[in-house]
């Protein structure tokens, strides 16, 4: 105890004087308002400690406004990415609402144009083989569709239907290899039959080999046959050759309706009369 007192007895010498000294302090601090000689040399001795303790305290302070403002920060940014999503949302439905009205509208003007009753309707389904070009549409018998009625686009000729269910149908296409279209060329009125080759083209076949046939000539149906009406476009020709030999010649045709994009069609209520 003895030796704990004489090592420390400076330290709890001044542990004992700063008591005393706040405890008068204290005591004298309500009954004067002018700081004696002891308030003067303990204001100037805690002095710095406070002004490190408030400068530490605010330092604190600032630094948890800081973690809160960031805080808020985060959640606004987080809030205006979810409203820019919603937006741009928006605006993709915006955009693709404009493009099916511009489509429809083209089917519209096809509609007006014809002279027989037809039904709109999508496409919904496509079937490429090897063997087979087909497109499936969601209207059927119960829309007056049946087999053998032409099917267009507001470009032109897309094919016929082949085969019908109560709500759906298949279209043949003309890229068809089992698919033929009487044509003609618009120029020079050339005659002849428009033939799938399944690799999304045509051939003008039975075409003389002395006609006027040449590259960029639009083809269109002749009429012949009364499937489709005279003038509906086909496609365009792009490629023209003539042999030594033969009495025809050989003539490419790109259709004019990409079928690759198609997504709405109309069906002419009009069956093939023998």
């Not at 063997?131 to 087999?147: A, H, N, Q, Y």
């Not at 002395?210 to 009429?223: A, H, L, P, T, Y």
């Not at 025809?248 to 259709?255: A, E, G, H, L």
């Amino acid at each position: 105890m003895f030796d704990f007192l004489r090592k420390y007895s400076t330290t709890i010498l001044i542990g004992v004087v700063i008591t005393i000294a706040l405890i008068f302090y204290s005591l004298n601090l309500p009954r004067s308002h002018k700081a004696n000689a002891l308030e003067n040399g303990v204001n100037s001795t805690l002095a710095p400690v406070q002004k490190h303790a408030f400068r530490g305290g605010s330092l604190f302070i600032d630094i948890w406004r800081d973690y809160i403002n960031l805080v808020d920060v985060k959640q606004e940014n987080r809030n205006l990415r979810n409203e820019m999503k919603q937006l741009q949302n928006a605006l993709v439905q915006a955009d693709e609402a404009v493009r099916e009205n511009e489509r429809l509208n083209r089917l519209l003007e096809l509609r007006s144009a014809i002279k027989a009753p037809a039904v709109a309707a999508r496409i919904v389904g496509e079937d490429v083989t090897p063997w087979f070009r087909s497109l499936s549409i969601d209207k059927g018998s119960s829309s007056g569709v049946k087999e053998g009625m032409p099917v267009l686009a507001a470009d032109g000729i897309v094919g016929q239907t082949v085969k019908v269910t109560t709500n759906s149908s298949r279209i043949l296409l003309l890229t068809d290899h089992a698919s033929s279209i009487s044509a003609m060329i618009q120029r020079s009125r050339a005659r002849g039959v428009v033939k799938g080759r399944n690799d999304n083209l045509c051939s003008l076949e039975f075409a003389m080999r002395g006609e006027d046939v040449q590259v960029g000539d639009i083809v269109i149906s002749s009429g012949i046959g009364m499937v489709f009406d005279k003038g509906l476009p086909i496609g365009e020709v792009t490629m023209v050759k003539k042999g030594e030999y033969g009495i025809f010649q050989t003539v490419d045709i790109r259709p004019a309706v990409n079928i690759a994009h198609l997504e709405e069609v109309l069906v002419v209520l009009r069956v093939p009369t023998d």
